[in-house]
Structures are given as C-alpha cells and as structure tokens.
C-alpha cells in the first residue's frame, strides 16, 4: 500500500489553507452555500465529477478496474456559536462557529479525495465522497443525512462499507483512537409547555406560576436516571433551554423547556421516555398547571461495525504506529447522525487527535474557543485514504 501518510504529509499546506478558508466561511446547516461552493471547485479541480444535493456534495472516484464501492462521509456544516479564538481566519459571520470541527472532516475528506485521484488506476472500484449538511440540525421534518439518503447517495452504485472521522480534543495530535461496537448514543430531543395563569408578580397567590413548576420539572427529570434507570447503563437526560416571560414584574402565562435525552439500547430509550412523559404531568399538575411534552427520536445510537472498525485500526497501525492508535472502552454519549449511513452499510467511525497543550490547543467541542492542532489534518486524510484503498484492493 502507498504510504498514505507520507503523501499527505506532501499536501500538509493544501490541508491548512482549505481547512482555514472553510473555517472563516462557518455556515449553520442548510446554509453552507458557500462552503458548498469551496468544496465543489476543489473536486473540479481533481476531476472528480460530483453531483448536488441540496447544499450537500456527492463525488465519485471511478477506479480503473472492477470493483467494490466505499463511502467517506464529511459533514460540512457550523453551529451557532459567538466565536471567540480570536483566530485570524475566524468566521466572518458573527454567531456562526466551527466549533465541531467539521470544517477539518471536510477538509481531511478532501485530502483523502485528492490522495486517491491521484491513484485511481490503481484503484479497483470505486470511492464516493459523501459531504453531508446540516449533521448539526435534526428535528422531525428534516435531517441533512436523510436528505442525502433519500436523494440517492447510498446507491448507483450502492457502498459495501463507509467510514467518517470525528475530531476528538483529549486526543493528543497525530493519534486516532477506535472504538469497537456501540460508539455513540441514541440522541433524542424534547421540548416542554408548561402553562399556568399569568399575574402580577406582587401576587402570585392570584396566578398559577408556570415559572416554578418548569423549576420543579427540570429537577424531577434528573430522578429518571438517578432512580429509574440501572447504575450499569448509561443514560443523560439534559434540559438545555428554559424560556418564559418578558419583564420582571409579570408572571407569565407559560414557559418554553427544551432539551435532549441519552441512552446506548432501546429499552433505556423507552424508560425516560415513558417516565418523562410521567414527571412532567404530575409535576405540573402539583403546582396547578398543565404540561405539554413533544419527544422525538433523532439520531440512534451508532455500533461500529467489527470488520470495519478492525480494518481501520490496522490501517491506521500501518501509517501511524501501534501507539497512536488507541482503542477505547467507553462510548460516547454523543449524537452522530452517521448512523443513518451506517445503517445502510457496514461503517465504521474513528477519532481524530487534535489537542496540544503545548500550544493551548485544550478546549472542548461546543466552546466559543475550541480549535484543533492542524498537524492532524494529513492524519485524518491518511487514514481515510489508506482505508478506502485497503478496502477496495486489499
């Protein structure tokens, strides 16, 4: 097999500008117009024809002889975050950051692409490169990977396997680390009405204060995986919004809950869901209000798949060595709407080192600071392209 990781290292500079130039344009899910833009004039640029889906990218690498077909998928879209890394190539839009890191899986999934056209007579099959929208948005009408499902790129020709990378900031830079079965959780969300009886905040005896018994709820949920769920599964229930009313002096009418919900296995799912729906009735009912819940499943929980995973592991040993190739024991309680893919394939999923603390390269996914260690990008892209190769040919 080429050395993939030697070969990227040669594309080190190219990995750097296209990560920073996605960086600065950070767009939220259904709105990468522009980073749609970069990413189809950088397959132009290899000649690797492509198709569009939405402001998704479908490229396909056409190998010389007969073969297998393998997906890399990248997802390409920014949250809404105030950026604060005070970066010179930070987003230009306020309110708008990459802070998960996807414009590096972009970045590396073009890398891997540039690596394999520049050996696709060497290639038997074919590799397709799925740039998927909005992995950050998912509610009950709409999902970036569902719309790249729908609109055909797990087909003609169909993917035997298909494989993705995430950043992970405790990793140390140059590392990737693989988890074999489950490797993330079912991610659910909710969101809560709770009314009462609006009143003047001198007189609460007069109102029904939604305000509290939203209080008292948020509390009580927290007795689901406390109380209800084995010490031995893992389960999150995380209320992340609370709105309700507009001025000091008023008790509003109603308050506004949102949030998510964690679990590795259906019947956990099913348990806080059913308990949710318990709690927040009876609760709100104790304080002489009503309470409406709308829950729904969204991303589910994600298993590696055993041959997959193992092949990405012995690829990942041959380019890196066996000590930054760390395989860990615990899941995480994350959502990755990878799954859908993975679904319809065999996948496989690793995780990409890029924290230094030499460089202060230390906070979390999600903060308004977070940045990777650039030198991680050749790995990424070395990883992904020497597993489509061993895949297809080995």
Do not use: W
């Amino acid at each position: 097999m080429t050395d993939m990781y030697i070969e990227a290292k040669k594309i080190e500079s190219y990995l750097v500008k296209i990560r920073r130039e996605l960086h600065s344009q950070a767009e939220l899910g259904f709105k990468e117009y522009k980073t749609s833009k970069i990413i189809r004039r950088e397959l132009k640029k290899m000649g690797i024809p492509f198709s569009v889906i939405s402001t998704g990218v479908l490229g396909v690498i056409k190998g010389k002889g007969k073969g297998k077909t393998i997906a890399v998928r990248a997802d390409i879209d920014a949250l809404p975050i105030v950026e604060a890394t005070g970066l010179s190539f930070a987003a230009k839009e306020k309110g708008v950051m990459h802070a998960c890191g996807h414009d590096a899986h972009t970045a590396c999934a073009l890398g891997a692409a540039k690596l394999l056209s520049n050996i696709k007579n060497e290639i038997k099959g074919n590799v397709k490169f799925i740039f998927q929208p909005a992995e950050e948005v998912s509610d009950e009408n709409r999902d970036g990977a569902k719309d790249m499902i729908k609109a055909g790129a797990m087909k003609n020709p169909k993917p035997e396997a298909v494989i993705a990378l995430h950043v992970d900031k405790p990793g140390k830079v140059g590392r990737i680390s693989v988890k074999y079965g489950v490797a993330y959780a079912n991610a659910d969300m909710f969101s809560i009405k709770v009314t009462g009886k609006g009143g003047h905040g001198a007189e609460p005896q007069k109102a029904v204060d939604p305000v509290v018994a939203a209080a008292a709820i948020i509390l009580n949920l927290q007795s689901i995986v406390s109380r209800n769920v084995s010490p031995l599964e893992a389960a999150v229930v995380s209320v992340t919004m609370f709105n309700a009313g507009q001025t000091s002096n008023v008790i509003p009418p109603f308050a506004m809950l949102e949030g998510t919900a964690r679990s590795l296995n259906p019947k956990t799912q099913n348990i806080i869901r059913t308990k949710m729906k318990q709690i927040i009735t009876e609760t709100a009912k104790s304080y002489g209000a009503k309470a409406e819940m709308r829950y729904f499943a969204g991303y589910p929980a994600f298993g590696n798949d055993s041959g997959m995973i193992k092949l990405m592991e012995k690829v990942g040993v041959k380019l890196l060595g066996r000590k930054n190739v760390i395989v860990e024991k615990d899941p995480s309680m994350g959502g990755e709407n990878f799954s859908f893919f993975a679904e319809l394939a065999p996948g496989g999923f690793i995780r990409l080192g890029v924290g230094n603390k030499k460089k202060g390269i230390v906070n979390a996914l999600h903060h308004p600071k977070f940045t990777i260690d650039e030198a991680s990008l050749p790995v990424g892209a070395a990883v992904l392209a020497g597993t489509c190769v061993e895949f297809l040919n080995g």
